[in-house]
């Protein structure tokens, strides 16, 4: 087998996954600023590493999971000028910024819920990280790679870039271009660099998430906190960092720049960029009015959607393509997912009640081919997921052992057939790799012995020749989205593909 590959931002290339301390692996993923409500964007990406966290465990790595709550200084245009985006909206509201930040935590973790994924093992937040973010600002003044500029303290990229650092190597900018795309900006007269960033910054007097320190009040630089954060929980190198692409630059470059200056060591091993969620072609983002929220999608009210669609319905539309192209969404892609994903469900239904049965003088021999089929797809699954993560593979092979589920719920094949060892791994792959790794369950809170009394009814009432009956329980179906099965050798019910 195809051990794990991941492709590494920094060397633009996929590499063998080599965690520093195995079986342990250290993963930061940057986390929401908790501002407002997370669009389904922004979901793309938390799913994205979701799976891989959920793959990694189920591999039988020891994950520590860090997905920080961006909570300050993180402000509006993502600069080093302007309001905070908490403290705006905190002011618009006449609330204080940590009832803005409580709100919008909640909201998160509810869709995030919704949408199935694991929390992560910490969730730092960058308030609960002051002394840590003060101290590291004074070591990297300390080191000369730093200097105090009216209350505010930026980071020296020269100096850095002097004592062998290559800021830009990440995202892959050049120095004279990007000092070329930038304009002198007001209050950027503080700085030696237009370049150089601030890793904390003077409050001036309307703004009011502020804090002491020695160069005093003030708030910490937005790539600071992921620094600290990382560092204190994951040590001074670890294994995955992840964030969207948007997220390279200037985040993650400036990310790697302060952990680099405060400890001389490259802080992290495989940098992963998810791809953009877009509409029409266009990132999706709350600024250019193409966002919609997940509640929106749920109850498919909003313009740009034909009806709701249900969370198992979007993840599994998430994960169709892979991680590292665009997805853009649409309707038509949106319903073509609905019916994949309840199939799979309807599947994941049946494979939980079927038994083995052993064989019996009517069952006929073995099928080598069948055995083959099967175990080749379990075996490119996993090839699938090792190479990149690569779940759009890797779900065209659950289709595949979807269709051995099927073909013995339908009688058309014997459990026999397959031996009991394969047919326990068709089983158990296809049940795991549905929920624990691609995180698709069932949905909806069916009362399963309601569903089998009106099958009962529905049975006795085809029987008397009742067929108005008969339609009246197939209507109360539908409407629930379900369906009645009606089989030579059994009726049961299933999810309406
Ligand atoms: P923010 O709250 O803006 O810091 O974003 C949270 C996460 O969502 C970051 O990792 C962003 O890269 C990611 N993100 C924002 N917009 C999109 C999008 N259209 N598609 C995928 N990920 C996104
Ligand atoms: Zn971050």
């Known amino acids: 087998m195809q051990p794990l590959h991941l492709y590494n931002t920094l060397s633009r290339k996929k590499e063998l996954f080599e965690p520093l301390n195995p079986p342990y692996v250290g993963m930061y993923v940057c986390g929401p600023t908790v501002y407002n409500y997370v669009h389904l964007g922004n979901v793309r990406t938390f799913l994205t590493f979701d799976t891989l966290y959920r793959y990694l465990t189920f591999i039988g790595y020891k994950v520590r999971y860090v997905r920080n709550l961006t909570d300050v200084g993180h402000l509006v245009g993502d ?9 705006r909206m905190a002011k618009l509201e006449k609330v204080e910024p940590m009832e803005i ?3 919008f935590t909640n909201d998160f973790h509810n869709v995030m819920a919704q949408f199935n994924t694991i929390s992560p093992s910490i ?8 002394v840590e973010q003060i101290e590291a600002v004074q070591t990297l003044l300390a080191k000369g790679l730093a200097y105090e500029s009216n209350g505010s303290v930026y ?7 002097q004592r062998g650092g290559n800021y830009g190597k990440l995202s892959g900018r050049i120095l004279d271009d990007l000092l070329n795309e930038t304009r002198e900006l007001d209050g950027q007269s503080e700085k030696r660099s ?6 904390w910054k003077n409050a001036s007097p309307e703004h009011i998430m502020r804090w002491n320190s020695p160069w005093g009040e003030g708030f910490p630089g937005w790539h600071l906190e992921c620094s600290c954060m990382s560092m204190k929980y994951l040590g001074k190198q670890f294994d995955i960092h992840g964030g969207g692409m948007d997220l390279k630059f200037p985040h993650h470059e400036c990310e790697i720049a302060q952990g680099d200056g405060l400890t001389g060591v490259e802080p992290v091993r495989y940098w992963m960029h998810s791809n953009m969620l877009t509409v029409n072609g266009q990132k999706m983002s709350k600024s250019l009015g193409n966002s919609f929220l997940p509640a929106e999608l749920f109850a498919g009210n909003h313009p740009l959607l034909d009806q709701p669609y249900s969370p198992m319905t979007v993840r599994f539309f998430m994960l ?5 192209s665009t997805l853009d969404f649409s309707n038509d892609a949106l319903k073509a997912a609905q019916k994949g994903y309840r199939r799979l469900a309807n599947g994941l239904r049946i494979a939980k009640t079927l038994t083995y049965q052993p064989a019996t003088d009517e069952s006929g021999p073995i099928s080598e081919d069948k055995q083959q089929d099967i175990r080749q797809a379990v075996q490119q699954f996993y090839d699938a997921l090792n190479d990149d993560l690569n779940t759009a593979v890797g779900i065209a092979q659950l289709f595949t052992l979807l269709k051995y589920i099927n073909m013995l719920y339908l009688n058309q094949l014997q459990s026999a057939t397959l031996g009991e060892e394969v047919f326990n791994l068709l089983k158990s792959s296809f049940v795991s790799f549905m929920q624990d790794v691609l995180g698709l369950t069932e949905e909806g809170s069916y009362n399963q012995s309601i569903l089998e009394g009106l099958l009962t009814l529905y049975r006795e009432y085809k029987e008397q020749r009742q067929y108005d009956k008969v339609d009246q329980i197939r209507t109360y179906f539908k409407a629930q989205g379900l369906a009645i099965k009606d089989m030579k050798h059994q009726i049961d019910w299933a999810y309406e593909e």
């Open 123 to 130: 969730e730092p937040t960058a308030t609960g990280h002051m």
């Open 320 to 324: 169709q393509s892979h991680y590292r």
């Open 194 to 199: 237009p370049l150089d960033f601030a890793i």
């Open 79 to 87: 600069g080093d000028e302007g309001e905070d985006k908490i403290g």
């Open 155 to 161: 980071f020296d990229i020269d100096a850095y870039n």
């Open 101 to 103: 930040v409580q709100r």
